[in-house]
Nanobody, 117 residues
Framework: QVQLVESGGGLVQPGGSLRLSCAAS????????MGWYRQAPGKQRELVAV???????RYADSVKGRFTISRDIAKNTVYLQMNSLKPEDTAVYYC???????????WGQGTQVTVSS
């Protein structure tokens, strides 16, 4: 059974960058859907970015042009490169896998990102 562990969060100043990693304990496949979500205090969890079968990507409007999702199948890892960070990006960021051809979801435990001066 695949387990996901996020890392790379922390405190960064506005305009700064962070790279989040999501490492899978088991094998993930290039046709699995992998996504990054975030949840700020008092708000619902929202989709940030997703990479689907074939490598296509989708982004929330609020992060387009600033965030990039990618994956390294050999390392069983998905990344979220976050540039030009804003205070409103502050949230707990979660990684999610949906196994190809199923509705089976796996979530990581989350990593805190705080953007503040």
């Amino acid at each position: 059974q695949v387990q996901l562990v996020e890392s790379g969060g922390g405190l960064v100043q506005p305009g700064g960058s962070l790279r989040l990693s999501c490492a899978a304990s088991g094998r993930i496949f290039s046709f699995d859907t992998m996504g990054w979500y975030r949840q700020a205090p008092g708000k619902q969890r929202e989709l940030v970015a997703v990479i689907i079968s074939g490598g296509s990507t989708r982004y929330a409007d609020s992060v387009k042009g600033r965030f990039t999702i990618s994956r390294d199948i050999a390392k069983n890892t998905v990344y979220l490169q976050m540039n030009s960070l804003k205070p409103e990006d502050t949230a707990v960021y979660y990684c999610k896998r949906v196994a190809y051809g199923t509705s089976q979801e796996t979530w990581g435990q989350g990593t805190q990102v705080t953007v503040s001066s």
